[in-house]
């Protein structure tokens, strides 16, 4: 007995590089397989099947979590020099640490100051199921991979439905 085997060659390669991690998305003509590396972490590979989800994705723009740290960490850093002034003054590690506090909070808001653009793909439930996110070496590719992504969709969910009549 013989089999077919079929390789399913990729349509579309994209790859996310954050401060937090990277992560590449492949597109093949039925799913997309995401594969993450989260810094000092876990990596993850995931599948996203296409034919269920919307091709009218959403669009939003935020800040890294990290930005929001950074302010806590100078903050942390002015509170501590302001009100260990008189009291620790005379340790002569107090005021560097508190410093360093500040150093890191100023180091992360500059590292962290650009809002990121994400296009966010919903399955027929309303749940997000797949980001892209315009960051990292194919920033200036993103908008051709979603809409592949939006024509492999179309494509998918027009099978299903040819399938089932």
């Excluded at 997309?32 to 599948?47: C, E, F, G, Q």
């Excluded at 091709?55 to 501590?80: E, H, Q, T």
């Amino acid at each position: 007995m013989m089999f077919a085997h079929t390789i399913m060659e990729p349509i579309s390669t994209y790859s996310e590089a954050r401060l937090e991690g990277t992560r590449t998305l492949t597109l093949f003509a039925d799913k997309v397989v995401v594969k993450a590396n989260v810094s000092l972490s876990a990596d993850s590979l995931s599948t996203v099947d296409l034919k269920n989800l919307n091709p009218a994705p959403d669009s939003m723009r935020y800040r890294n979590p990290i930005f929001m740290k950074s302010f806590w960490c100078i903050g942390v850093g002015i509170f501590g020099l302001v009100f260990f002034i008189d009291s620790f003054w005379t340790k002569q590690w107090v005021p560097p640490v508190f410093f360093s506090l500040i150093a890191v909070g100023l180091g992360g808001l500059a590292l962290t100051f650009r809002k990121l653009e994400v296009i966010r793909f919903k399955n027929d439930a309303g749940f997000i199921v797949l980001d892209v996110v315009r960051s990292g070496k194919d920033a200036a590719r993103m908008d051709e991979f979603v809409g592949l992504v939006i024509t492999q969709i179309q494509a998918a969910r027009a099978s299903v439905s040819a399938g089932s009549l």
